[in-house]
């Protein structure tokens, strides 16, 4: 079974950026993307971004151009880099990879 671990959430102001880290326990996690998502509170979960085992990605119309999905070359850990950050950005944000989800990361941005 795969097992994620969300790191690097934090506070910051607006403008400000974070990079948030999705550690995967499995190297070769299959053949499912890994995706980020994030749940504010009285909100549904919103899908952010994902990123396949080839490296390809795809981006929310909401966060299109302010975050970036990556991993490293061992695809033990995968990054959302996010800039410019507003205050409609906090929320927990989660990694999830399949049926499997990390504990998530709680981001605040004030203004």
């Known amino acids: 079974q795969v097992h994620l671990a969300e790191s690097g959430g934090g506070s910051v102001q607006a403008g400000g950026s974070l990079r948030l880290s999705c550690t995967i326990s499995v190297h070769n996690f299959g053949t499912y993307p890994v995706s980020w998502y994030r749940q504010a509170p009285g909100k549904q979960r919103e899908l952010l971004g994902s990123?396949?085992?080839?490296?390809?990605?795809s981006y929310a119309d909401s966060v299109k151009g302010r975050f970036t999905i990556s991993r490293d070359d061992a695809w033990e850990t995968v990054y959302l880099q996010m800039d410019s950050l507003k205050p409609g950005d906090t929320a927990v944000y989660y990694c999830?990879?399949?049926?499997?989800w990390g504990q998530g990361t709680q981001v605040t941005v004030s203004s």
């Open positions: 990123i396949t085992r080839y490296g390809i990605t």
């Open positions: 999830q990879n399949g049926a499997n």
